[in-house]
Each structure stands twice: as C-alpha cells, then as structure tokens.
C-alpha cells in the first residue's frame, strides 16, 4: 500500500522503490509489524524536523518533480548539468536559512510538537511531564526532549542538580502497568530512616 501511494503521488520509480523501503528499516525509522510498517521514534523525530526546516523538500509535489525531471534529462529534453546547478542553487539557500538555528531552538520546537506523542496524558490526569524524581530536593522539574552525543533522550529542566533521564521511546501496550509507569518515572519506595530522604526505584 504504501509503494501503491507512492506511485499514485509520482515518488520513486519501480527500480528505487525496494531501496526505499531498506533505508527506512536500516535507519530504523520504521518497524515491521504484521507486515506493516510502524513509525518509530527516530522516523518521528527526523520526519518532524525536515517538515519545519525543509518543508519545500518533503513536500509531496517536491519529491515528485524531480522525477519528471529525470525523465526529462533521460529523454535529453533537459541539461543535466543545469538541472543540478538550479537544484543546488536552491538548496543551498534552504540550508543557509538554517544556520543562524541554535540547537536549541531545534530541540525546543521538536519537544513542543512532539509533546502529545512523547507525554501523553494518562487516565489518572497526572502531568506526564512532571519530574517526580527531584519533587522533593529540586522543585518542579519538567520532562522534556534534550539532546547528547549519543542523541536526543528525555530528561529533566533541572538538570544538573536532578540527572533524571531516559530513553526517547514511548511504553508500548504490550509492557505491564509497572515497568510502563517505571520507563516514565521513578516508583517511589519510602523514606530512608536516617535522613528522611526519598527512595525511588528506578529503570
């Protein structure tokens, strides 16, 4: 169905559209479930930052132009040398746009449109967002996205003082109550006698 759509919106060719369908499993953009693929987080993420700083690039009608194109060029209806100095003129504008972008007016964009996906709101009502490992040592944290070497995860607006973090992966439907609410958030224990301090349980 989905080869099917990119026929329909002119995306591809019969002989790239298996590399395709590679990359977005390679760079685990997707995931194969009863032979359909699934979004995965990093697809989310990636998907959402080209359509706000390269939205010209994903458009449908875009990525469907440089295929007539081609085909122009193949036909020897058009230069090719041409087409790819006005394709690079271009992008290279598009690119220049995004340079003065700090990170984190990247990640701040990302964390609010990605927000409902990420932090979804649960039955109980309780902020999803709110930090419950510093509530009693750092004030009201706030979960959000941030970004490391190793790529972005979910950590806390106290951080240094609270090191609360975790993984950029929403619990699944099939994970039990607990280990969902502990990918979330630490379970707190009790207190410990001699300072009164909070122990959690953490995964």
């Known amino acids: 169905t989905l080869v099917k759509a990119m ?11 298996a590399s395709i369908m590679q990359v977005l499993r390679d760079r685990n953009y997707v995931e194969m479930q009863s032979k359909r693929f699934v979004p995965q987080d990093r697809g989310r993420v990636v998907t959402t930052f080209l359509a706000k700083f390269f ?4 458009d449908y009608d875009f990525t469907a132009n440089p295929e007539e194109e081609l085909g122009a060029i193949a036909g ?26 700090t990170i984190t007016e990247v990640i701040d964009y990302l964390d609010a449109d990605l927000g409902p996906h990420f932090f979804p709101v649960g039955d109980d009502g309780v902020d ?3 930090c419950l490992a510093c ?11 941030k970004l490391g070497k190793f790529g972005a995860f979910i950590g806390c607006s106290n951080y240094s003082e609270c090191k609360f973090t975790k993984p950029l992966v929403v619990p699944d439907g099939d994970e039990d ?19 009164g301090r909070t122990i959690t349980l953490r995964k």
Request: hydrophobic fraction near 35%; aromatic fraction near 8%; avoid cysteine.
């Open 135 to 145: 509530k009693d040592t750092h004030g009201d944290g706030r979960l959000g996205l």
């Open 76 to 101: 020897g209806h058009v230069e090719w040398k041409e087409a790819l100095r006005q394709f690079w003129v271009d992008f290279k504008a598009a690119v220049d746009e995004t340079k003065e972008l």
């Open 7 to 17: 026929e329909e919106m002119g995306i591809g060719r019969p002989s790239t559209y």
């Open 55 to 58: 939205a010209k690039y994903v």
């Open 177 to 195: 109550a607990e280990s969902a609410a502990l990918a979330i958030q630490p379970k707190e224990l009790g207190k410990e006698p001699g300072t």
């Open 128 to 130: 999803p967002r709110k």
